[in-house]
């Protein structure tokens, strides 16, 4: 008897640990686009950086309730033509900040609740600003960009 509580406990150990495991391997995709005229900011790139904090979400309720830590997912200068894509899991936020010569910019480039549910999350860098999408096609003005 004594067995088989201990192998019932181990597989409930090992469903749990497998859940888990398969709940923060869940990615969306991240994408963001220059899209700015090409003969105007050929020589200027953007430089991007990409910040992440993991947290926690009550499923009930859809409320954060912790805020651990921020780490830099990427850094680099964009080129105008030039796409950036990477993952993030559904318990994290994704900071977007962006300098071209002296306009700065900052977006939610992946918020689990307004994004939740959604493949891949489109970004859009435009003359005028930042653009998101879920289909790559239909685009909503998110930010402008602004001078410093």
């Not at 406990?9 to 888990?20: D, E, G, K, P, Q």
């Not at 947290?55 to 780490?71: A, F, M, Q, R, Y």
């Not at 900040?97 to 891949?120: C, M, Q, W, Y």
């Amino acid at each position: 008897m004594a067995n088989h509580r201990l192998l019932f406990s181990l597989a409930l150990v090992i469903y749990f640990l497998c859940a888990t495991l398969h709940a923060e391997s869940c990615t969306t995709s991240f994408e963001m686009k220059n899209d700015l005229p090409r003969g105007k900011y050929a020589d200027v790139p953007m430089d991007v950086v990409i910040t992440s904090v993991d947290i926690g979400i009550t499923s009930e309720t859809n409320k954060v309730i912790d805020h651990p830590w921020l780490k830099v997912i990427d850094h680099r200068l964009l080129k105008v033509g030039e796409t950036l894509k990477c993952g993030v899991t559904q318990n994290a936020i994704l900071y977007v900040g962006a300098i071209l010569g002296n306009k700065i910019a900052s977006v939610h480039g992946f918020d689990p609740i307004r994004d939740a549910g959604h493949e891949t999350v489109f970004w859009l860098v435009k003359e005028d600003g930042f653009y998101f999408s879920y289909d790559n096609a239909s685009w909503k003005k998110d930010s402008p960009w602004e001078t410093e």
